[in-house]
């Protein structure tokens, strides 16, 4: 069956950076876009970028644009997410979903990363 | 960017009640949307897909409608089980948008 599994919590520092894995399984990475979705704690859901990992084109929300990489590694069929610049706002959960290429969000999704930005 | 107009926030509602949550788009998007629930702690589960389409395995309680720049998700007899936030998505364009959410609760 079809599974994302994310990477675990991580604390960060202001100005750092962090890096998110969402493994895939059940499926080849590169048959299905990659999206990343952000939700801060009581907010709704913020949509931050999509990866197409058969190419490694990426479309990010310009919110993001200059501080977030969407890359892949599919010889492990894993995608990641980095932001850097890390500041107080950016503590969120951190999810990953999978969508077919150039349309929605499926109904697959990773369980979520928490990460915590404080000094 | 395509911002989508949730509504209401939030609501409250008897078990057995009909409940429709609204969504509306700044310019067209065709039918271009989808609906998701998200309960505490968890990730969002999609209900709708394209507007009117229900996801496998989702009740048929709940239904989606619309096109253009009005959509509308319907659950016809809430459960005790809907207590949750809904989200609608646009995916007509990039960046993909979400509204802001909807917290239906049971009176």
């Known amino acids: 069956q079809v599974q994302l599994v994310q990477s675990g919590a991580e604390v960060k520092k202001p100005g750092a950076s962090v890096k998110v894995s969402c493994k895939a399984s059940?499926?080849?990475?590169?048959?299905?876009?990659i999206h990343w979705v952000r939700q801060a704690t009581g907010q709704g859901l913020e949509w931050m970028g999509v990866?197409?990992?058969?190419?490694?084109?990426?479309v990010y929300a310009q919110k993001f644009q200059g501080r977030v990489s969407m890359t892949r590694d599919t010889s492990i069929n894993t995608a990641y997410m980095e932001l850097n610049s890390l500041r107080s706002e950016d503590t969120a959960i951190y999810f990953c979903?999978?969508?077919?290429?150039?349309?929605?969000?499926?109904?697959?999704w990773g369980q979520g990363t928490l990460v915590t930005v404080s000094s | 960017d395509i911002q989508m107009t949730q509504s209401p926030s939030s609501l409250s509602a008897f078990v057995g009640d009909r409940v429709t949550i609204t969504c509306r788009a700044s310019?067209?998007?065709?039918?271009?949307v989808g609906w998701f629930q998200q309960k505490p702690g968890e990730a969002p589960k999609r209900l709708i897909y394209?507007?009117?389409n229900l996801q496998s395995g989702v009740p048929s309680r709940f239904s989606g409608s619309g096109s253009g720049t009005e959509f509308t998700l319907t659950i016809s007899s809430l459960q005790p089980e809907d207590s949750a936030s809904y989200y609608c998505?646009?995916?007509?364009?990039?960046?993909?948008?979400f509204g802001q959410g909807t917290k239906v609760e049971i009176k």
């Open positions: 979903a999978r969508g077919p290429r150039g349309w929605d969000i499926e109904e697959y």
């Open positions: 059940g499926y080849t990475l590169s048959n299905y876009d």
């Open positions: 990866m197409n990992p058969s190419s490694g084109d990426t």
């Open positions: 310019q067209g998007v065709e039918n271009k």
């Open positions: 394209v507007a009117s």
């Open positions: 998505l646009q995916h007509s364009s990039f960046p993909r948008t």
